[in-house]
């Protein structure tokens, strides 16, 4: 479902296979995720530094240059008002002039939701939220959403013949409710997010640039212990930590060793030296 890499400092980026999303496109993504750079619909940027960017241009130009199926459009997504990247993107328009496939770059603002798939009453959306990383350069983090529904608060803890009975007087619809759950919650580069931003999230990707809060000399970046804080509160089922800094490598099992049995979610990590899967 997900496959990331992520070296702080170096290259960060996450593929989520069920909508074909890449949020983040660090250098080597094309490269390590080969031919299927061919199945990306969308690219969500978080911010304009080089460790998530960088290999934005071997993407579009290998689709461009590709035997295969080039005629799927491409579109990113990018913080409104970011100019890092729009000169980013307009740069790499002048370079492939050519380009035989539709692509598309559109900003985007806190709260504003980006359709995915939308039928009848179901929808699957993305909505960026703002964190806070360096005050040079608009950063965002992505909320994937979906609308679902559930019994009304009223009827949840009716026996189950007694709902089917309502169900049928007073229609299914009658009875319940929509809500909306955060499937992904992906933070980007920031110090702790709000945790009202992955309130229920399945998963919660939150860069962890520092195992240790003492390493940590500037607020745009966060700890662990900030991390596991937000994780908790937020009420996450599944926490992954992104973005480490590689002087942990070999040693975050190390950090991690009482805190896994401490909390009731479950918490993996992505090493900064192996592309990660789940
Ligand atoms: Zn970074
Ligand atoms: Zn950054």
Same mark, same amino acid.
């Given at each position: 479902?997900?496959?990331?890499?992520?070296?702080?400092?170096?290259?960060?980026?996450?593929?989520?296979?069920?909508?074909? /999303?890449?949020?983040? &496109? !660090? %250098?080597? +993504?094309? #490269?390590?995720?080969?031919?299927?750079?061919?199945?990306?619909?969308?690219? =969500?940027?978080?911010?304009?530094?080089?460790?998530?960017?960088?290999?934005?241009?071997?993407?579009?130009?290998?689709?461009?240059?590709?035997?295969?199926?080039?005629?799927?459009?491409?579109?990113?997504?990018?913080?409104?008002?970011?100019?890092?990247?729009?000169?980013?993107?307009?740069?790499?328009?002048?370079?492939?002039?050519?380009?035989?496939?539709?692509?598309?770059? /559109?900003?985007?603002? &806190? !709260? %504003?939701? +980006?359709? #995915?798939?939308?039928?009848?009453?179901?929808?699957?959306?993305?909505?960026? =939220?703002?964190?806070?990383?360096?005050?040079?350069?608009?950063?965002?983090?992505?909320?994937?959403?979906?609308?679902?529904?559930?019994?009304?608060?009223?009827?949840?803890?009716?026996?189950?013949?007694?709902?089917?009975?309502?169900?049928?007087?007073?229609?299914?619809?009658?009875?319940?409710?929509?809500?909306?759950?955060?499937?992904?919650?992906?933070?980007?580069?920031?110090?702790?997010?709000?945790?009202?931003?992955?309130?229920?999230?399945?998963?919660?990707?939150?860069?962890?640039?520092?195992?240790?809060?003492?390493?940590?000399?500037?607020?745009?970046?966060?700890?662990?212990?900030?991390?596991?804080?937000?994780?908790?509160?937020?009420?996450?089922?599944?926490?992954?930590?992104?973005?480490?800094?590689?002087?942990?490598?070999?040693?975050?099992?190390?950090?991690?060793?009482?805190?896994?049995?401490?909390?009731?979610?479950?918490?993996?990590?992505?090493?900064?030296?192996?592309?990660?899967?789940?």
């Amino acid at each position: 479902m997900l496959q990331i890499y992520s070296k702080a400092l170096y290259s960060t980026w996450v593929y989520y296979a069920p909508e074909r /999303i890449l949020f983040d &496109a !660090g %250098e080597g +993504v094309s #490269l390590t995720m080969s031919n299927k750079i061919y199945a990306i619909r969308y690219i =969500f940027l978080t911010h304009g530094h080089i460790d998530h960017i960088s290999g934005l241009w071997t993407i579009v130009n290998t689709r461009n240059n590709s035997m295969g199926d080039r005629e799927k459009p491409l579109t990113v997504y990018y913080p409104k008002g970011n100019t890092a990247i729009e000169d980013w993107i307009n740069f790499i328009k002048q370079a492939n002039n050519d380009l035989r496939f539709e692509f598309n770059h /559109i900003p985007v603002s &806190a !709260g %504003e939701k +980006v359709f #995915l798939r939308q039928a009848g009453n179901f929808a699957r959306y993305v909505v960026p =939220f703002k964190v806070k990383h360096t005050s040079q350069d608009m950063s965002l983090g992505y909320s994937i959403i979906e609308t679902r529904r559930r019994l009304k608060e009223e009827y949840r803890n009716l026996p189950e013949k007694e709902i089917l009975e309502l169900s049928k007087k007073l229609g299914s619809s009658n009875i319940t409710e929509f809500y909306e759950k955060k499937i992904l919650t992906i933070s980007g580069d920031t110090f702790g997010i709000d945790p009202e931003n992955a309130r229920d999230s399945e998963i919660l990707l939150h860069e962890c640039t520092f195992l240790r809060s003492s390493d940590r000399k500037m607020n745009a970046h966060a700890s662990l212990e900030e991390v596991l804080d937000i994780a908790k509160s937020a009420e996450v089922k599944k926490l992954i930590l992104y973005h480490i800094s590689s002087r942990y490598s070999g040693k975050i099992d190390r950090y991690l060793k009482n805190i896994k049995e401490a909390n009731n979610f479950d918490i993996h990590y992505v090493d900064p030296e192996v592309v990660f899967t789940i």
